[in-house]
């Protein structure tokens, strides 16, 4: 099924400014990934296992629920 290609009023259209880019060190992109990375498994419910030495500092909230 081909989507149409129209804009409809609703929908917001949101540009990229080509500007100054911020360029993250290989730490804080392997970190981005990694967290992405454990969403997209959450939200597939994929259980994952996280070793007590990337479990975060105790200043992070945890969900009791």
Do not use: C, I, Y
């Not at 360029?23 to 992109?29: A, I, T, V």
């Not at 296992?49 to 992070?60: H, L, N, R, T």
């Amino acid at each position: 099924m081909k989507q149409s290609t129209r804009v409809s009023r609703r929908q917001l259209a949101l540009w990229f400014e080509r500007g100054d880019r911020f360029q993250p060190s290989k730490e804080m992109r392997e970190e981005l990934t990694r967290a992405l990375a454990d969403l997209l498994l959450e939200a597939l419910g994929v259980k994952v296992q996280v070793p007590a030495s990337q479990s975060g500092g105790g200043d992070e909230s945890e969900d009791h629920a």
